[in-house]
């Protein structure tokens, strides 16, 4: 059970990692050599941004993949938030380290401190959101490809533990605005979540 | 020495040996009980228990604050290291074990027992299709990868019900891997403690333990070497590492010190003061020691009183039983002071033996009181006095020396004479004065006596404060509504608080209570969990109706199979039992909620109110009131501890008044006029009015220990006031002037000892003593000033040789 949880809180990692990304596409930059450091910078300067999402998993247990859509939304420097609309209303929430699941009107709250393996993952979260490469890069083996006009961030865990069943996390952007997140778990399912920026 | 005295000691010494093998041999206890009462109602007896004795009384709280959260967290698996291995502790908690991964674990392995939701109709066709449609929404959430990692195994989402139904029991922050407080700034940790919170030696020690470990821990742990870089700085700055303990145990830990310290550092102080008097007036240490005999015999004659007749003898009986005799250090002096040339047990003894018996029909109103330590007390001090009384009538007198070298007070009684001479119209004073008294007092009647059980708790209010946060903090209940379930047995209350559960679900649906906790909900009664599995169709039914409800959805052939397995092994599972909680944080919430006690049964369930609200308890009763009374029944503790607070007040009130009228009784038969009996109590009223009006307008409420305070008054007051009257009765004033002088020294030595007293943080002690040492005072004054004019108008007669 412990390892659904972390799956999630995985998800989350990867969705929060995205609104980031997302969140540095309002201040498009010019077009010199994609640079860690650089993207770090425009993400530690975004306050605000809001984006419409379409997400479809690919499950083994599922002949056709699930299809959600919703309204990610981001505040900094801790406070991030995706709506599913379709094909149910549910909200989830991570504010300050709590995590906060809505379904209708059940409420749950779980302090993401509760899962120890899970908490670097999410602090990794924080880190980003700081442009903390150095704590990012703790956790995570970066590796950043092509140019900033269309730029490819691949996150791989350095430590099993903290995998927690993922085996890697893809975004894709173009300029600083990013396009897509694919998570791949070692179970072979994988899941991809295309985002468009609010007119 | 002739015959008759030489009787009089070797009875006396015989008594001395007896008493002390009784003294030696007796139990003693230092625990609060002193302040329960005996024999309340069945809720409040169960209460009671509760307080003193349930499974919550054996939480120790430990908090560690200080330093940085990594240094705290250090600290607080060293502690819970070094407390576990230690046989005196059952649990140590403080999140380090990760006991939620166990509970999801326990949660999953036995949902179908424990999830409210299974029931025939969820395992039909229907229920199946709807269940498992349901849960593929929730895998299209954010929550889709907990749902899709249990969707194999448990499509029908009971997991996740059971989460729900378990995660009422809010758990504690997490900080650098250990509980924390919400606000971050302290490590927390739970202990509890093998022995029973009413056990203070056994809790002194687990609370010692703690201390020790701590100590060891802070002083000799090197710091963690990977962190040490990183946080020297910060942590060199940072304040050093703190232990905050509380909990029942710990109070009454703490209780007990503060009331030894105080007894003991008080005491020493008024007894110095006393010792310093007594040598000023006797100038002889033989004699000091000679007027201290009866004291001491009639303190030793009341502990074995007190253990005859209650088998233990609380501490609190220790420490103000000497101060309750205290009018028996009044005997030796009026005995040395009054017989210069006087027969004593000719005239003053008859005086002394009634003054005695007035305070012994006082203390007598005691006798029945429902706090057993009041009740020890009045015990104690009847025996202590009748022992005292009898010392200084029949040893003392043999033992003294021929000549007394004491200093002859008469020409101080003279002054005061003279002094009392000149006040002019005392009564027209003393009409004004009670009319005045009596204004105040009526206009503090509805505040006058405090309503709050906690004013007599030696526990000081900042504790209680770092205990509520502490308990908020570990999202411990709150217990000040309950619904309490008594039955004949463990399943008969779980069955109960079943029922109970139903009715409350509604009140929570209809906004009246906010939630509640139940035993039942991770322990559910043997009936309820084999209907549940009664419900779970067999293998060949189940894969029939899962075809028929997949029908449509895109589900992978064969994606159930540990669904279908899982199943049919739980239909074999017997029902989980206590045994099975063992391990889980759900193990010490059963234990807190559901315990056995004098071959009953009792189940707690805790009421929260929704936030900002308060319960409307008469609503809750009313809906339960249809289920058994005598099994279900709604207890708000507070109104409960403030009943019976007001109960044993009323109570004592009665007892004082029937003791009050049993005095006047008394001197009605000894001194046959009726106006000798109003100039006795007369000044004993007065006294007693002036200081309450006084206390009333001070802001103090008065408590039961006031009550205790103004019996004692009354009762060394009469002795004064017995004095004045034989006075005026025998005509011969000759004696007067050292009358008035050994008046005016025993009440000193009152007035100095109850005067400490005052100054005490204990809050039973500064009452009494506030009560005690302007009253006698006042009492002496009064007795003086009303008595007959008569007395002091004539001038002073020449003194005797």
């Given at each position: 059970?412990?390892?659904?949880?972390?799956?999630?809180?995985?998800?989350?990692?990867?969705?929060?990692?995205?609104?980031?990304?997302?969140?540095?596409?309002?201040?498009?930059?010019?077009?010199?050599?994609?640079?860690?450091?650089?993207?770090?910078?425009?993400?530690?300067?975004?306050?605000?941004?809001?984006?419409?999402?379409?997400?479809?998993?690919?499950?083994?247990?599922?002949?056709?993949?699930?299809?959600?859509?919703?309204?990610?939304?981001?505040?900094?420097?801790?406070?991030?938030?995706?709506?599913?609309?379709?094909?149910?209303?549910?909200?989830?929430?991570?504010?300050?380290?709590?995590?906060?699941?809505?379904?209708?009107?059940?409420?749950?709250?779980?302090?993401?401190?509760?899962?120890?393996?899970?908490?670097?993952?999410?602090?990794?979260?924080?880190?980003?959101?700081?442009?903390?490469?150095?704590?990012?890069?703790?956790?995570?083996?970066?590796?950043?490809?092509?140019?900033?006009?269309?730029?490819?961030?691949?996150?791989?865990?350095?430590?099993?533990?903290?995998?927690?069943?993922?085996?890697?996390?893809?975004?894709?952007?173009?300029?600083?605005?990013?396009?897509?997140?694919?998570?791949?778990?070692?179970?072979?399912?994988?899941?991809?979540?295309?985002?468009?920026?609010?007119? | 020495?002739?015959?008759?005295?030489?009787?009089?000691?070797?009875?006396?010494?015989?008594?001395?040996?007896?008493?002390?093998?009784?003294?030696?041999?007796?139990?003693?206890?230092?625990?609060?009980?002193?302040?329960?009462?005996?024999?309340?109602?069945?809720?409040?007896?169960?209460?009671?228990?509760?307080?003193?004795?349930?499974?919550?009384?054996?939480?120790?709280?430990?908090?560690?604050?200080?330093?940085?959260?990594?240094?705290?967290?250090?600290?607080?698996?060293?502690?819970?290291?070094?407390?576990?291995?230690?046989?005196?502790?059952?649990?140590?908690?403080?999140?380090?074990?990760?006991?939620?991964?166990?509970?999801?674990?326990?949660?999953?392995?036995?949902?179908?027992?424990?999830?409210?939701?299974?029931?025939?109709?969820?395992?039909?066709?229907?229920?199946?299709?709807?269940?498992?449609?349901?849960?593929?929404?929730?895998?299209?959430?954010?929550?889709?990868?907990?749902?899709?990692?249990?969707?194999?195994?448990?499509?029908?989402?009971?997991?996740?019900?059971?989460?729900?139904?378990?995660?009422?029991?809010?758990?504690?922050?997490?900080?650098?891997?250990?509980?924390?407080?919400?606000?971050?700034?302290?490590?927390?940790?739970?202990?509890?403690?093998?022995?029973?919170?009413?056990?203070?030696?056994?809790?002194?020690?687990?609370?010692?333990?703690?201390?020790?470990?701590?100590?060891?821990?802070?002083?000799?742990?090197?710091?963690?070497?990977?962190?040490?870089?990183?946080?020297?700085?910060?942590?060199?700055?940072?304040?050093?590492?703190?232990?905050?303990?509380?909990?029942?145990?710990?109070?009454?830990?703490?209780?007990?010190?503060?009331?030894?310290?105080?007894?003991?550092?008080?005491?020493?102080?008024?007894?110095?003061?006393?010792?310093?008097?007594?040598?000023?007036?006797?100038?002889?240490?033989?004699?000091?020691?000679?007027?201290?005999?009866?004291?001491?015999?009639?303190?030793?004659?009341?502990?074995?009183?007190?253990?005859?007749?209650?088998?233990?003898?609380?501490?609190?009986?220790?420490?103000?039983?000497?101060?309750?005799?205290?009018?028996?250090?009044?005997?030796?002096?009026?005995?040395?002071?009054?017989?210069?040339?006087?027969?004593?047990?000719?005239?003053?003894?008859?005086?002394?033996?009634?003054?005695?018996?007035?305070?012994?029909?006082?203390?007598?109103?005691?006798?029945?009181?429902?706090?057993?330590?009041?009740?020890?007390?009045?015990?104690?001090?009847?025996?202590?006095?009748?022992?005292?009384?009898?010392?200084?009538?029949?040893?003392?007198?043999?033992?003294?020396?021929?000549?007394?070298?004491?200093?002859?007070?008469?020409?101080?009684?003279?002054?005061?004479?003279?002094?009392?001479?000149?006040?002019?119209?005392?009564?027209?004073?003393?009409?004004?004065?009670?009319?005045?008294?009596?204004?105040?007092?009526?206009?503090?009647?509805?505040?006058?006596?405090?309503?709050?059980?906690?004013?007599?708790?030696?526990?000081?209010?900042?504790?209680?404060?770092?205990?509520?946060?502490?308990?908020?903090?570990?999202?411990?209940?709150?217990?000040?509504?309950?619904?309490?379930?008594?039955?004949?047995?463990?399943?008969?209350?779980?069955?109960?608080?079943?029922?109970?559960?139903?009715?409350?679900?509604?009140?929570?649906?209809?906004?009246?209570?906010?939630?509640?906790?139940?035993?039942?909900?991770?322990?559910?009664?043997?009936?309820?969990?084999?209907?549940?599995?009664?419900?779970?169709?067999?293998?060949?039914?189940?894969?029939?109706?899962?075809?028929?409800?997949?029908?449509?959805?895109?589900?992978?052939?064969?994606?159930?199979?540990?669904?279908?397995?899982?199943?049919?092994?739980?239909r074999q599972a017997g029902p989980i039992t206590r045994a099975t909680l063992q391990g889980t944080s759900l193990a010490l919430a059963v234990d807190a909620l559901l315990w056995r006690q004098d071959g009953q049964w009792r189940a707690l369930l805790p009421l929260h109110a929704t936030a900002g609200d308060d319960i409307d308890v008469a609503?809750?009763?009313?809906?339960?009131?249809?289920?058994?009374?005598?099994?279900?029944?709604?207890?708000?503790?507070?109104?409960?501890?403030?009943?019976?607070?007001?109960?044993?007040?009323?109570?004592?009130?009665?007892?004082?008044?029937?003791?009050?009228?049993?005095?006047?009784?008394?001197?009605?038969?000894?001194?046959?006029?009726?106006?000798?009996?109003?100039?006795?109590?007369?000044?004993?009223?007065?006294?007693?009015?002036?200081?309450?009006?006084?206390?009333?307008?001070?802001?103090?409420?008065?408590?039961?220990?006031?009550?205790?305070?103004?019996?004692?008054?009354?009762?060394?007051?009469?002795?004064?006031?017995?004095?004045?009257?034989?006075?005026?009765?025998?005509?011969?004033?000759?004696?007067?002037?050292?009358?008035?002088?050994?008046?005016?020294?025993?009440?000193?030595?009152?007035?100095?000892?109850?005067?400490?007293?005052?100054?005490?943080?204990?809050?039973?002690?500064?009452?009494?003593?506030?009560?005690?040492?302007?009253?006698?005072?006042?009492?002496?004054?009064?007795?003086?000033?009303?008595?007959?004019?008569?007395?002091?108008?004539?001038?002073?007669?020449?003194?005797?040789?």
């Amino acid at each position: 059970m412990s390892r659904a949880w972390q799956r999630t809180a995985t998800l989350w990692a990867a969705a929060a990692c995205a609104a980031l990304l997302l969140a540095a596409g309002a201040r498009a930059a010019d077009a010199p050599p994609a640079a860690l450091d650089q993207l770090m910078a425009l993400l530690a300067q975004q306050r605000h941004a809001e984006a419409d999402f379409d997400e479809r998993q690919y499950l083994a247990v599922l002949t056709r993949p699930l299809i959600s859509s919703g309204v990610l939304i981001y505040d900094a420097p801790s406070h991030l938030e995706q709506r599913t609309l379709r094909p149910r209303r549910q909200t989830m929430v991570l504010d300050h380290g709590t995590l906060t699941m809505q379904i209708g009107r059940r409420r749950r709250s779980v302090p993401l401190a509760d899962y120890p393996q899970l908490a670097p993952l999410i602090d990794s979260i924080r880190a980003t959101l700081a442009g903390d490469r150095a704590a990012l890069e703790q956790r995570f083996e970066l590796q950043l490809h092509g140019t900033l006009e269309h730029w490819q961030l691949r996150l791989t865990p350095r430590e099993p533990q903290l995998s927690a069943g993922v085996s890697d996390i893809v975004i894709d952007g173009a300029q600083a605005q990013i396009s897509e997140v694919r998570v791949r778990q070692s179970d072979g399912d994988h899941s991809v979540l295309q985002i468009r920026p609010r007119p | 020495m002739n015959r008759r005295s030489v009787l009089a000691v070797g009875v006396w010494l015989l008594g001395l040996a007896v008493a002390a093998g009784i003294v030696a041999r007796a139990r003693y206890t230092a625990d609060l009980s002193a302040f329960l009462p005996r024999t309340p109602s069945p809720m409040q007896q169960l209460l009671v228990q509760q307080i003193s004795s349930g499974p919550a009384s054996r939480l120790i709280l430990i908090g560690i604050g200080g330093l940085d959260a990594a240094g705290r967290a250090r600290a607080s698996r060293a502690l819970a290291g070094t407390l576990r291995a230690q046989p005196q502790f059952l649990v140590v908690e403080n999140g380090e074990q990760d006991g939620n991964a166990r509970d999801r674990e326990f949660a999953f392995d036995h949902r179908y027992q424990l999830s409210t939701a299974v029931t025939a109709q969820h395992f039909g066709i229907d229920g199946l299709r709807a269940a498992i449609t349901a849960t593929m929404d929730l895998m299209a959430s954010p929550a889709g990868l907990l749902a899709k990692s249990l969707f194999r195994s448990d499509p029908t989402g009971e997991t996740l019900q059971v989460v729900d139904q378990l995660s009422g029991t809010a758990q504690p922050r997490m900080l650098a891997g250990v509980w924390s407080s919400r606000d971050g700034a302290r490590a927390l940790l739970l202990a509890q403690t093998r022995a029973s919170g009413a056990d203070t030696d056994a809790q002194a020690r687990a609370v010692g333990l703690i201390r020790s470990a701590f100590t060891r821990i802070t002083t000799t742990a090197p710091a963690d070497p990977v962190t040490t870089t990183a946080t020297a700085a910060a942590s060199s700055a940072a304040a050093p590492l703190v232990l905050q303990l509380s909990g029942p145990g710990v109070f009454s830990v703490q209780a007990r010190s503060t009331i030894e310290r105080e007894a003991l550092r008080l005491s020493l102080l008024s007894t110095a003061l006393i010792v310093t008097l007594l040598l000023l007036v006797y100038r002889s240490v033989a004699v000091l020691l000679f007027g201290l005999l009866p004291v001491a015999s009639g303190a030793l004659a009341g502990v074995a009183a007190v253990a005859l007749g209650f088998g233990v003898v609380h501490g609190i009986t220790l420490g103000f039983g000497i101060t309750l005799i205290g009018e028996s250090v009044d005997y030796p002096i009026y005995l040395f002071v009054q017989s210069r040339g006087r027969q004593f047990h000719g005239v003053l003894w008859p005086t002394i033996a009634l003054g005695a018996l007035t305070s012994i029909c006082g203390f007598a109103s005691l006798l029945p009181s429902a706090f057993p330590g009041l009740a020890q007390l009045g015990l104690y001090s009847i025996s202590g006095l009748v022992v005292a009384a009898a010392v200084t009538r029949w040893v003392l007198p043999p033992l003294l020396p021929a000549r007394l070298a004491i200093i002859d007070l008469a020409p101080l009684g003279a002054f005061a004479r003279r002094s009392l001479a000149r006040v002019r119209v005392p009564l027209a004073g003393a009409v004004l004065l009670t009319v005045l008294c009596a204004l105040v007092l009526y206009q503090h009647r509805h505040r006058l006596w405090t309503r709050d059980l906690a004013a007599l708790s030696p526990v000081p209010a900042a504790s209680l404060r770092l205990d509520a946060q502490m308990r908020a903090d570990l999202g411990a209940p709150d217990v000040s509504n309950l619904v309490m379930i008594s039955a004949d047995s463990e399943q008969a209350a779980l069955r109960w608080a079943e029922a109970a559960g139903g009715r409350l679900d509604g009140l929570v649906a209809a906004g009246v209570v906010g939630s509640y906790d139940s035993p039942a909900r991770y322990l559910p009664s043997q009936a309820t969990q084999a209907a549940r599995l009664a419900a779970l169709p067999d293998d060949a039914q189940l894969r029939a109706r899962l075809a028929a409800a997949t029908t449509g959805l895109p589900i992978a052939p064969g994606a159930f199979e540990p669904f279908l397995q899982q199943v049919a092994a739980q239909r074999q599972a017997g029902p989980i039992t206590r045994a099975t909680l063992q391990g889980t944080s759900l193990a010490l919430a059963v234990d807190a909620l559901l315990w056995r006690q004098d071959g009953q049964w009792r189940a707690l369930l805790p009421l929260h109110a929704t936030a900002g609200d308060d319960i409307d308890v008469a609503r809750v009763r009313a809906s339960l009131a249809t289920l058994a009374p005598a099994h279900v029944a709604v207890l708000n503790v507070r109104q409960q501890t403030d009943a019976l607070y007001a109960g044993y007040l009323a109570a004592a009130l009665r007892l004082s008044l029937l003791g009050f009228a049993a005095i006047v009784l008394l001197l009605v038969i000894a001194l046959r006029r009726p106006y000798r009996v109003v100039r006795v109590i007369a000044p004993l009223l007065l006294a007693v009015l002036v200081v309450t009006a006084a206390l009333a307008l001070a802001g103090v409420q008065l408590t039961i220990l006031h009550l205790i305070g103004m019996l004692l008054t009354v009762a060394v007051g009469s002795n004064y006031a017995l004095f004045f009257d034989r006075s005026a009765a025998e005509r011969d004033l000759s004696g007067l002037p050292r009358t008035l002088a050994s008046l005016m020294i025993a009440n000193a030595s009152t007035v100095l000892g109850f005067m400490v007293l005052a100054f005490s943080s204990v809050p039973v002690l500064s009452a009494l003593g506030m009560t005690v040492a302007p009253g006698t005072l006042l009492a002496l004054l009064f007795a003086a000033l009303l008595a007959p004019r008569s007395l002091f108008a004539a001038p002073a007669e020449p003194l005797p040789a």
